[in-house]
């Protein structure tokens, strides 16, 4: 399986180590009201589609970027990549 | 006093094969400079003020014009100087010429350095390293970490037909049983 890293181009997928879903950019605030709700929904529920899925990648063998994937579970056809720390300012992360 | 001598992590050593040589480069300091979060541009002006070159971006390196130091653009926010090693401190004598715009490591005495040179080193690289290494997309200058043999390796392109490896010094021989082996494997 090929990676196509925005940085450094195509790497072999033996570069990289594997997370989990993206959702867990998501951390919750654990000062909510709620906090103890939203973390057990963090941590013990996950989609697990049969098809599109965005999930974490680390490139350990490499510029130890964290990336978000976007991989077909059917066909293991890897349709983005984006880096991780770009997605979670999207979504309003300092950094 | 006991008299001590320093050994190479590799004892020197180089050897020659039909088309390319395998050889340890030695009496190169390696310094780690991180970059701190939002001062990147005063890490780059005091770059450019010391050295007269642009800081590399992440994939490429840039060597002064006067060859003295070359620096790697490993990733986001770090970037390794290459440069001949004296009597000096090398983290030292990295800040004595950028100043306090960067975190510095010395990492010389980590990493085994070995040059694989001649026109067939590519031919001999391609059975160990996963990276294309053809010249339209891995250019000369280009650098990337990746692994080898399952062991971590840095490699930097310094010519046509020339890579410099760098690999953990602690498994440093059996790095260079790999790159000897695949050596010896297209003879």
């Known amino acids: 399986m090929i990676i196509n890293h925005p940085l450094l181009g195509p790497r072999d997928a033996s570069e990289f180590t594997y997370l989990g879903d993206a959702s867990l950019i998501d951390r919750p605030d654990w000062q909510a009201e709620d906090a103890q709700q939203q973390f057990h929904d963090y941590l013990y529920l996950r989609d697990n589609p049969a098809g599109e899925h965005r999930e974490l990648w680390f490139h350990e063998q490499g510029d130890r970027s964290w990336l978000v994937v976007t991989r077909n579970t059917l066909t293991h056809e890897i349709t983005g990549v984006e880096l991780a720390r770009d997605v979670a300012m999207q979504r309003g992360r300092g950094r | ?187």
């Open chain 2, 1 to 187: 006093m006991p008299s001590l001598v320093a050994n190479s992590p590799l004892g020197d050593f180089r050897q020659e094969f039909d088309g390319l040589e395998v050889a340890e480069v030695t009496g190169l300091a390696i310094v780690s400079i991180a970059t701190p979060h939002g001062r990147e541009a005063e890490l780059a002006g005091a770059v450019l003020d010391a050295w007269g070159i642009e800081f590399p971006p992440v994939g490429a390196s840039i060597e002064s014009t006067a060859g003295e130091i070359r620096i790697l653009g490993l990733q986001p926010g770090q970037v390794f100087a290459l440069f001949q090693r004296d009597d000096e401190r090398p983290a030292e004598a990295i800040a004595r010429k950028i100043g306090d715009y960067g975190y510095y490591t010395d990492q010389s005495d980590s990493w085994a350095i070995l040059r694989i040179s001649g026109d067939r080193s590519r031919e001999a690289l391609e059975r160990i390293c996963a990276l294309d290494l053809h010249p339209d997309v891995f250019k000369t200058g280009g650098v990337a970490r990746t692994v080898m043999e399952h062991l971590g390796v840095i490699v930097l392109r310094d010519k046509d037909d020339a890579f410099l490896l760098l690999s953990a010094r602690s498994s440093a021989p059996s790095f260079l049983h790999a790159v000897v082996t695949s050596a010896k494997n297209i003879q």
